[in-house]
């Protein structure tokens, strides 16, 4: 039996009766026991994964119900890497919900539900045919809904959610069903090896691959069906958000590479200017949203939207660059798409975690209450604050090395040979950059609100440090979001070998830590060649040569800063300056709104603000008595888009309503037409 | 082999030299800039010694803390000034040699650039202070709107060389001269100028002598800060200014400048590239001083309009450098 299968084997195992004792156990035994198995299953994938990944096969072959249909599990190199980004977020989900899942997240239909959400997605990771991974799909989505519901009892809110996410999923699983039915019947299989051999240019296969990228940009959560996603990530509890940012969604990526990388790699431009398209309205609409949500779970849900946004752009940039003949730039951009999506996994599952640690230790996810965290909370904290600079793609974390490589990758697209593909990479660059700057203030504003500063209320002053296994969590996740920054070079060549790609190697003095990447050498003969070598003019990053660097400087400020700290030692005092005029009330302190304000002003129009001021005088216009301040932002694919579908979709039910008017005779009259009819039908 | 080694100790003993005269050109450059306003305005002025007399004065000084802030009060001027050391080094203003395995790529160099425009914020958010939050939010904003300028101008940059690497992008304006006058290369410099004095808190962005705390920005976020913090706030920001202008010169006056060559910059080079970059730097201070005079503070929400006007010259640099090169 080959390790892969015993893996796969194991994993299966493992969960079954992890839900078997999630629904057998006492509350007490199930606290201990569930989150164990949990991340036991999250080990055994990682382990499975990283066989697979570096090239192990194994098959297993489940029988279903239906006589002659089986569905085969067989991961290649691909779907290893995603196994071991699954089971990695898992293994830390786990260990949090030993302290952190409570209540009604730790439930008995909660602890059933997860490892069986776990499995389904594990499932789709390692399908081999269409059969295992509608599968798959579909345990991993009904199985997600039941948890987004897990507090529905306490609080209203969580039954909408519910409903949208329950709705948005099968949406995206009927486009997929649909997708793989097209594909399936033009190829006469439902293998992989049966999609492959399908023409990419052939109608039949455009149609099925629309259909199937629709549905996962849907499961992604990119614009404009994203709607789910700021709904159904906030109100879950939050290993399940981050399970469900840091790799659910990364089942939509998964499935978009599945179709333009593994099966039809040679498909048309247009498949990729649609992904970039998409990619880049999730991007900035998501992080524009971000920027200016004042629930910080909800502001982590649309950063969800931005990540998955530029790992559209990088997909869809390399299926473009590859379209139209510049093969290397195409695989260091696949490449570029692969190491966001490690990086956002890292970086999202530590922030939803500690935002989970943060809603246990005040109760409060609102932003504009929080505030002063960073003394009562410090590991949270710290784990926070290195996952936000992860998340804002700041140096030495993953999300820097992943930007930049999808940077360099962009600005050596095209050139004086291809100056459209050029005006595509100049746009994708823009779009980029506008992300990483609003990003860049999203975050800060999320930490230095929510840990910085003063408590703004009495759940803020009242915080205290949560449990050993929710920081364990939370460090451990941190550390992977700076290994994985410093030292890139493994993962990047091992991100090479899942993709069967080229054009990217590890570089650097030591460990091999840094990123080559040889794929965009400039072409021979340009100006810069001539005046230093085209050595000189391959991209190469050595974050730990950075860090050096940066350290090195640092040494040299510590050692004065030291000298002139025995001469002068810092004092304490009770208040701020604040230019003299410095007040105890904390309520005079910026909040989550008003740092977003600027923002607002300038992309009203895009964010659909509404907002009243109302001011109560005495007697003269100048002697105010109060003032009221009202601001809405609205989500306007969701306004405009799905509202009004949602109210022709009701009055078409409003008018079936006069169909059945409670008499029996009406209802055995429509039977017998119904049964007449299927007769009819089936006669013909 | 001894040849190799021998480089690139030379290339190290440059950087360093490059760093050293940037820390301590960086007070006189501010000096350079208060004079000629001050000039400009028909007083006397304080003298190009008074920043580096004000640095060691507050250097000495004891440091409040409020009751309530943390660690960040030290830590963010410790980063702010740790960053602006680090661009001095990596950024060509002496000479373009730089270690091999530390390219001063540009998007690391603005990475390192806004590691110390997040310190700031967070600085400024840390006392819990009114202005504190104000200042840190507009900040962060303006950073956020000069992103896609300054990235779209490095690309523009990038597309006659083929490299984003500050050092080859210098010595190829050295080895073609005619790339300077360039339309896409004068329109990408541009940009990159109106995003410098953006990223340095300049007028029109923002009023470096304001006492006007409701129109501050920079100013705002450091108003909590005291003694040797605030020292390394000043000197952080300093050396940010000085290095972005000493760029910019050397993209619109590349010569002078040491070059890499075989085996590292040679003594002579090196005091050329010195004398070279002082006299550059300088003369564009008094450049911007003067314009500064001449200019008022925009609106903050006027600010964003002149930030897509710098867009959009950046983005027709990189459109242009493919049509007409």
């Known amino acids: 039996m080959s390790g892969v299968r015993l893996g796969l084997l194991t994993v299966l195992g493992l969960a079954l009766v992890a839900a078997v004792a999630g629904g057998a156990l006492g509350t007490a035994a199930r606290q201990r026991v569930s989150p164990l198995l949990g991340a036991l299953v999250g080990a055994a994938a990682v382990w499975t994964g990283a066989l697979a990944w570096s090239g192990g096969t194994g098959r297993v072959v489940v029988g279903t119900v239906l006589p002659g249909v089986t569905a085969a599990y067989a991961p290649d190199r691909l779907g290893g890497a995603f196994l071991v980004l699954v089971g990695g977020v898992t293994v830390l989900a786990s260990v949090w919900a030993f302290d952190g899942a409570r209540g009604t997240a730790a439930s008995r239909t909660a602890w059933v539900a997860y490892p069986l959400f776990v499995l389904g997605l594990l499932g789709v990771m390692a399908a081999a045919d269409v059969v295992a991974f509608l599968l798959a799909w579909e345990v991993m989505a009904v199985a997600s809904a039941v948890l987004v519901l897990a507090d529905h009892a306490r609080r209203p809110e969580v039954v909408g959610a519910g409903l949208w996410y329950a709705g948005m999923t099968q949406l995206s699983f009927l486009l997929v069903l649909g997708g793989f039915a097209v594909l399936a019947s033009a190829a006469g299989g439902t293998g992989w090896s049966d999609l492959a051999r399908l023409a990419p240019d052939a109608g039949a296969t455009g149609a099925g691959v629309g259909l199937l990228l629709l549905g996962f940009v849907t499961k992604a959560g990119a614009v404009p069906v994203h709607v789910w996603l700021p709904r159904a990530h906030p109100e879950a509890p939050s290993h399940v958000s981050a399970l469900m940012s840091a790799a659910m969604v990364k089942a939509g990526v998964y499935g978009v590479l599945l179709v333009v990388v593994r099966l039809l790699p040679a498909g048309p431009s247009w498949w990729g200017l649609a992904l970039l398209v998409v990619g880049s309205a999730s991007a900035v609409f998501g992080i524009l949203q971000a920027g200016v949500a004042a629930d910080l779970k909800r502001l982590l849900a649309y950063s969800t939207t931005e990540n998955v946004g530029l790992i559209l752009v990088a997909v869809g940039a390399a299926q473009v660059t590859t379209a139209r003949g510049d093969v290397e730039t195409g695989h260091v951009l696949l490449v570029a798409a692969l190491l966001l999506t490690f990086g956002h996994a890292a970086a999202k599952s530590v922030l939803f975690l500690t935002a989970g640690s943060v809603l246990h230790a005040t109760g409060l996810r609102d932003l504009d209450r929080l505030g002063g965290l960073g003394r009562t909370m410090p590991w949270t904290c710290g784990a926070f604050g290195v996952a936000a600079l992860g998340a804002a793609g700041l140096p030495v974390t993953a999300g820097f090395v992943a930007e930049w490589t999808l940077l360099q990758a962009l600005v050596h697209a095209g050139g004086p040979a291809d100056p459209r593909l050029g005006l595509v990479s100049a746009l994708a660059v823009t779009v980029v950059a506008l992300t990483a700057g609003l990003a860049l203030m999203t975050f800060t504003k999320a930490f230095g609100i929510a840990f910085l500063g003063r408590p703004r209320s009495d759940g803020a002053a009242a915080a205290h440090e949560v449990g050993r296994a929710e920081r364990l969590a939370a460090a451990v996740g941190a550390l992977a979001v700076l290994g994985l920054g410093l030292v890139p070079g493994p993962m990047a060549t091992a991100a090479v070998r899942a993709l069967g790609v080229d054009g990217v190697t590890a570089a650097g003095t030591t460990l091999a830590a840094g990123v080559r990447l040889g794929g965009v050498a400039p072409a021979p003969g340009s100006a810069g060649e001539a005046a230093s070598g085209t050595a000189a003019l391959v991209p190469v990053l050595d974050p730990l040569a950075l860090g050096l660097a940066a350290l090195a400087a640092l040494v040299v400020v510590a050692g004065v800063v030291a000298r002139l700290r025995r001469r002068a030692p810092r004092r304490a005092v009770e208040l701020g300056w604040g230019c003299g005029g410095a007040r105890v009330s904390p309520r005079m302190q910026y909040t989550a709104t008003s740092y977003a304000e600027p923002l607002v002003r300038i992309f009203d129009a895009p964010l659909g603000v509404s907002r009243s001021v109302a001011t109560t005088t005495a007697d003269a216009p100048y002697v105010v008595r109060a003032m009221s301040f009202r601001q809405r932002v609205r989500d306007v694919f969701e306004e405009h888009g799905y509202r009004p579908l949602l109210r022709a979709a009701a009055r078409v039910g409003d008018a079936g309503r006069a169909l059945h008017n409670g008499s029996v005779h009406r209802y055995l009259a429509w039977s017998f037409a119904t049964f007449v009819v299927v007769l009819g039908l089936a006669a013909r | ?325």
Request: avoid cysteine; charged fraction near 10%.
């Open chain 2, 1 to 325: 082999m001894s040849g190799e080694v021998a480089g690139e100790v030379r290339v190290v003993v440059a950087v360093v030299l490059q760093t050293v005269v940037v820390v301590v050109a960086a007070p006189f450059l501010v000096g350079v800039l208060r004079q000629v306003r001050a000039r400009w305005e028909g007083r006397v002025g304080q003298g190009l010694l008074q920043p580096w007399r004000d640095l060691v004065k507050l250097a000495r000084k004891e440091p409040l803390q409020a009751s309530g802030s943390t660690v960040v009060a030290w830590v963010a001027p410790v980063v702010v000034l740790g960053s602006g050391l680090l661009l001095a080094a990596l950024v060509p203003t002496v000479t373009t040699a730089g270690p091999a395995r530390l390219p001063a790529d540009l998007f690391v160099v603005v990475s390192v650039l806004l590691v110390g425009t997040v310190a700031l914020g967070l600085l400024g958010l840390d006392a819990g202070s009114a202005f504190g939050g104000m200042g840190s939010s507009r900040h962060l904003t303006i950073a956020a709107l000069v992103e896609p300028t300054v990235l779209l101008a490095v690309y523009a940059l990038s597309v006659p060389v083929g490299s984003t690497a500050l050092g080859p992008i210098v010595e190829g304006r050295l080895a073609d001269p005619g790339r300077v006058v360039a339309p896409a290369g004068v329109l990408a410099v541009v940009a990159l100028a109106i995003a410098v004095v953006a990223e340095t808190a300049r007028i029109p962005v923002d009023n470096p002598s304001t006492h006007l705390e409701l129109t501050m920005v920079h100013e705002a976020m450091v108003l909590e800060s005291s003694g040797r913090d605030l020292a390394a706030v000043e000197l952080g920001s300093w050396l940010r200014l000085s290095v972005l202008l000493a760029l910019v010169a050397n993209l619109v006056v590349p010569w002078g400048v040491a070059t890499a060559g075989d085996g590292g910059p040679g003594l002579p080079a090196l005091a050329l590239g010195v004398v070279a970059v002082v006299v550059k730097t300088a003369a564009s201070g008094v450049v911007l001083a003067t314009a500064e005079v001449f200019m008022a503070k925009l609106r903050l929400f006027r600010v964003p309009e002149l930030l897509t006007g710098s867009f959009v010259l950046a983005f027709l640099a990189v459109t242009g450098s493919y049509v007409i090169g």
